[in-house]
């Protein structure tokens, strides 16, 4: 079970962090990976990260401006978003995987969140 929080609406170039909470004790055994939605389009992949956070996977459109970590002793991810863009405007979703590896493959998380609404003006 993971929810989202942090979405809103804010303008180019500013910043929004989101939250992803996890409850189980095997949360620190995980993969996670956050991914989005924009309207008419597909889930694409964001960011993910294994479950020790030692090591973080980036989509290239948000290199460099996006951060993905972890508090395993808070059982929460996060993902903080700079610079954000218009095109960034989408649903974010966390997600879990019953993996320590982390994968980029939606079909290879097992849990998701409701997602989160994220909206960037121009």
């Known amino acids: 079970h993971v929810v989202e929080t942090g979405g809103g609406l804010v303008q180019a170039g500013g910043s929004l962090r989101l939250s992803c909470a996890a409850s189980g004790r095997t949360f620190g055994n995980y993969a996670m990976g956050w991914f989005r939605q924009a309207p008419g389009n597909e889930r694409e992949f964001v960011a993910t990260?294994?479950?020790?956070?030692?090591?973080?996977l980036y989509a290239d459109p948000v290199k460099g401006r996006f951060t993905i970590w972890r508090d395993n002793a808070k059982n929460t991810m996060y993902l903080q978003m700079n610079s954000l863009k218009p095109s960034d405007t989408a649903v974010y979703y966390c997600a879990a995987r019953r993996s320590r590896l982390n994968s980029m493959y939606e079909r290879e998380y097992d849990y998701w969140g409701q997602g989160t609404q994220v909206t960037v003006s121009s």
């Open positions: 990260i294994t479950w020790s956070g030692g090591y973080t």
